[in-house]
């Protein structure tokens, strides 16, 4: 026996239609990208009338001389639509059926979240993934192995009510930093029932660089390579073996509207090197402006180089037609690709996967069609940098937080463009809304050390013996403070002056918030920030560091 057809009935039990295919016909595919679907067709003979094929119900197809007995299915999938037709039967009740059928991600999109569970609080990227896949919308997914648990990014409070299920992935693959990758696979290692023998559905959730979920075959055109039997693979020049440099994706700005305004980001280094390209990339779930900034931060640093794909084909053994699966990871070397593919086997993402039955040829038996990916490098990471413009306060009163009016990403009128680079974002002030000076300070996304640099300029009218202190403040608690004592010599007196502070090498963690505070001791009247009516190149900055 090679190839069963499986085909579900109302009720979940499978039956074997191997009799009604067409030999040499099966070609299917399925996709590993982003939770998008492949449409495929078979055509099932159905002579003496008596099948009924149903909707949405499950097809399969099991290669039962694999060598994995844990990894013999080539297609999980669901019925779409379904065409009768006579076809070549001209009598009687005989027929053929055309049938769409989709590969398993169309799941993630059968299910819309309803319930209070729904309306989600601040979490992670993961645990948000992983209670999206508790709930009785992800019933359908059995298996999590490929819930990868690395970098977690903050999410906002969130209702999903009454959006497809999908729209969590989306929300949260794209929220994490760097991107994510999500997809549906089966294992048959797990779940293995009469009526699943496929095993379980499983989520793959990670960045598409993760180790994890690597092939064991290997892909070349050097014949000298090639090595089936240990899952060497040939892809030759017959196959139009040809790498795309895809430019498509890369974007010097990007603008992220969401769900009370929008924010910008923009890397100069894009510009240098390509031009500038403006991309809308909206974030409908994303409330606050922070987590807008750190998708668009992230959305530039992600589009600054091209993608590599390419679409190969190889002939496989019947044994081994599983050994490359979609969603896999598997190294490609190829003598006339640039970019390092010539000098030695790189890591390319399968992003779909198709398999055509070719011969009863042991060693020639399926053609896969694989779309591969990989994102070209960018430059090293960027040192940390970033600044707040334009002070004001103390607020709400003596002593209290100096605010800011623009990060540096988005300056206001007549201030630099300093976009914002490593692992800090612009933290919103969470208790005190003033007209333009929302911002408090920088909120760490990493662990390690950081340089630190504040400027303002004073105004107050002094009565008597005064003391101002400024202070940098890592979660409110001053760390390094300059005082200040204005001259007096009696009465009511106008004075002006200014603070610089500098540091080097602070040890901050992860949602680590460094602000700056203002406050005196003594008769001073009217003191704030800045000095006058205008600003005067008051910043607070991040102006270095290592953050990991």
């Known amino acids: 026996m090679s190839l069963v057809h499986w085909l579900q009935e109302p009720g979940g039990t499978l039956v074997d239609i191997s009799g009604r295919m067409r030999k040499w016909v099966t070609d299917l595919g399925e996709k590993a990208e982003e939770g998008s679907t492949m449409i495929n067709t078979i055509v099932i003979d159905d002579p003496d009338g008596d099948l009924e094929v149903f909707n949405h119900r499950i097809y399969a197809v099991e290669e039962t001389e694999a060598v994995d007995n844990d990894n013999r299915f080539i297609f999980v999938g669901f019925v779409n639509n379904i065409k009768v037709s006579r076809g070549t039967f001209r009598a009687g009740v005989s027929r053929i059926y055309t049938?769409?059928?989709?590969?398993?991600?169309?799941?993630?999109e059968r299910r819309v979240m309803t319930g209070p569970d729904n309306d989600r609080p601040e979490e992670t990227d993961v645990e948000r993934i992983t209670w999206?896949?508790?709930t009785h919308e992800g019933e359908a997914i059995d298996d999590s192995r490929y819930l990868l648990s690395d970098d977690p990014a903050d999410m906002d409070a969130t209702d999903y009510n009454t959006q497809q299920a999908s729209a969590?992935?989306?929300?949260?693959?794209?929220?994490?930093d760097p991107g994510k990758n999500w997809f549906l696979t089966y294992f048959g290692d797990v779940g293995v029932t009469t009526e699943t023998p496929y095993g379980s559905f499983s989520l793959w959730y990670g960045p598409p660089e993760a180790d994890e979920y690597q092939s064991d075959a290997k892909l070349t055109n050097i014949l000298s390579e090639v090595d089936i039997p240990n899952g060497i693979f040939y892809i030759g020049l017959e196959e139009e073996t040809s790498l795309l440099v895809d430019g498509s994706r890369i974007y010097s700005k990007v603008v992220v509207p969401y769900a009370n305004g929008y924010v910008t980001a923009s890397l100069d280094?894009?510009?240098?090197?390509?031009?500038r390209r403006d991309r809308v990339m909206p974030a409908e779930n994303v409330k606050k402006a922070t987590t807008a900034q750190r998708r668009a931060s992230k959305y530039v640093r992600e589009l600054q180089t091209p993608e590599h794909r390419a679409t190969v084909k190889t002939t496989v053994p019947r044994e081994l037609v599983n050994l490359i699966r979609p969603g896999m990871g598997v190294p490609v070397r190829v003598s006339h690709w640039p970019h390092g593919y010539a000098d030695d086997y790189l890591t390319m993402r399968v992003l779909s996967r198709k398999v055509l039955e070719l011969s009863d040829e042991p060693d020639a038996s399926f053609v896969l069609t694989l779309e591969l990916s990989r994102s070209e490098p960018g430059p090293p990471p960027a040192p940390v940098y970033g600044e707040l413009q334009g002070s004001g306060g103390p607020y709400p009163a003596n002593p209290g937080n100096v605010d800011w009016a623009n990060p540096g990403d988005t300056p206001g009128p007549g201030w630099p463009l300093h976009p914002t680079t490593g692992l800090i974002t612009p933290y919103l002030d969470p208790v005190v809304t003033?007209?333009?000076?929302?911002?408090?300070?920088?909120?760490?996304?990493?662990?390690?050390?950081?340089?630190?640099?504040?400027f303002i300029t004073l105004i107050g009218v002094v009565g008597g013996a005064v003391t101002i202190t400024v202070?940098?403040?890592?979660?409110?608690?001053?760390i390094e403070s300059e005082t200040i004592v204005p001259g007096w010599s009696g009465g009511l007196a106008g004075w002006t002056g200014h603070s610089l502070i500098e540091m080097t090498g602070v040890s901050v963690a992860t949602n680590d918030i460094i602000s700056l505070q203002l406050g005196w001791t003594g008769p001073m009247y009217f003191g704030r920030t800045p000095a006058g009516t205008g600003q005067n190149g008051e910043t607070l900055k991040i102006v270095g560091g290592s953050l990991a």
């Not at 911002?439 to 390690?448: A, C, N, V």
């Open 99 to 108: 049938v769409e059928v989709s590969d398993p991600n169309t799941i993630l």
């Open 132 to 134: 999206v896949e508790s």
């Open 168 to 176: 969590v992935y989306t929300d949260c693959g794209n929220q994490a």
């Open 269 to 275: 280094s894009t510009v240098e090197t390509y031009g």
């Open 434 to 454: 003033k007209p333009n000076r929302t911002w408090l300070g920088w909120k760490m996304l990493g662990t390690g050390t950081i340089d630190i640099r504040s």
């Open 471 to 478: 202070s940098v403040a890592k979660n409110g608690t001053p």
